[in-house]
């Protein structure tokens, strides 16, 4: 190809995906390619920095709009950014780029709805309670936008890249990609609201781009799987998907699972609105302590603080055991220890989510980029099983 058909290739790339074209290949030498300290991977993280970061995590959210609810063309574009992206950064394939196409299952998902529905909230708001009629207005909404997405196709991204030594031990790092958008009177689902939902979930998308692009140019012990989820925001369709032809598929080829590792809206952090007036006050969920898998998940989070924490950063994810899964919910159900990486939903709750108010303006970048530093310091000392 000639220069110029390279640059007319590219001006296209930058008009359908910003920033892909440019300025994504990082610098990593051989002597760094098996970082056995700390110190190493803290240096090759400071390769990206907060100014990078941002960027893609910009170009995400404007490949998407004005929203990436499944079915909508900005739900398309997202993924193909995403697909370009990985390409972009990894182009010797060191991993594997896996598109899964699927077809939802809609009727189990309407009626886990309908079951959760009956279950909880009749069971813990009277009927009267004007929340009551708001939650069941949003419940019906849900229904009847899975009803009308059965034709729809759903499409996971994987980027998988085989470990040199132990192959067969593997981590599985997720962050859905879709949205969905909400009006306020009534509660429903509304799918001509613009939904950029930078925090919801943007925010993981950009970590887990951001930290794969290093993962491209290390030399790797350890198996990982990096995870972009379609159908999230209805019934967690594609983490459902996930589990039932991937996490079977290893565990017939005798592969010993980690863990899974949920990222979601990282980039919420105020002072003004948490209720401890505190910031960089970040969580990771797992089970309750009376919960099956709870101290599976206990061990794999310790880990994974103690290894983020050798990063020195300006940061704290404190272990909270509430329960709370969104995507983490269907890796639980198979037996997988899930955790969850998040903003402080109880402190510090982000009442823009499912708004069409979840701009990157409205994001502590800071925070984010810490969030970024840190969660990518834990998986990659998880992966080479660093001890100083």
């Not at 709805?113 to 949003?138: E, G, I, V």
């Not at 009803?147 to 998988?160: D, H, M, P, T, Y």
Request: net charge positive; with cysteine.
């Amino acid at each position: 190809m000639s220069p110029n058909s390279k640059l007319a290739q590219c001006a296209i790339l930058i008009a359908l995906f910003p920033i892909v074209c440019f300025s994504q290949n990082i610098s990593i030498s051989k002597y760094e390619k098996s970082p056995k300290h700390f110190r190493k991977v803290k240096s090759i993280l400071a390769k990206i920095s907060q100014s990078r970061f941002e960027k893609n995590l910009r170009a995400f959210v404007r490949s998407g709009h004005p929203s990436r609810m499944v079915g909508l063309t900005g739900n398309k574009n997202a993924s193909k950014f995403v697909v370009q992206f990985i390409k972009k950064v990894d182009p010797q394939h060191t991993g594997k780029i896996i598109i899964d196409e699927f077809k939802p299952d809609v009727d189990k998902a309407i009626r886990e709805y309908q079951r959760d529905f009956k279950t909880y909230l009749r069971r813990n708001t009277p009927a009267t309670d004007p929340q009551f009629a708001r939650q069941s207005s949003y419940a019906n909404s849900v229904v009847q936008t899975l009803q009308s997405a059965r034709k729809l196709v759903g499409k996971n991204i994987i980027w998988e890249k085989k470990g040199i030594k132990y192959p067969k031990e593997v981590i599985i790092v997720g962050a859905h990609l879709d949205t969905i958008a909400l009006t306020a009177d009534p509660y429903v689902i509304n799918a001509d609201l613009e939904a950029h939902g930078a925090d919801n979930n943007a925010s993981g998308v950009a970590v887990n781009l951001s930290m794969l692009s290093i993962l491209a140019k290390l030399d790797l012990p350890r198996t990982i799987r990096v995870v972009f989820f379609d159908f999230e925001e209805l019934g967690n369709l594609g983490a459902r998907r996930f589990v039932k032809k991937h996490l079977k598929r290893m565990i017939k080829n005798q592969e010993s699972i980690i863990g899974f590792v949920n990222l979601l809206s990282l980039g919420h952090d105020t002072k003004m609105a948490d209720k401890t007036k505190t910031l960089r006050n970040m969580k990771v969920y797992i089970s309750k302590a009376h919960e099956k898998g709870y101290f599976a998940e206990l061990n794999l989070a310790n880990k994974l603080l103690f290894f983020g924490s050798k990063a020195g950063l300006p940061i704290k994810f404190a272990l909270t055991a509430n329960g709370f899964t969104a995507s983490s919910i269907r890796f639980k159900q198979a037996g997988v220890p899930s955790i969850v990486f998040s903003h402080n939903r109880e402190e510090d709750n982000n009442s823009k989510h499912y708004t069409s108010n979840d701009f990157v303006e409205t994001l502590n970048i800071r925070s984010l980029y810490y969030s970024f530093k840190f969660i990518s310091s834990s998986i990659i000392s998880l992966l080479f099983d660093l001890k100083r």
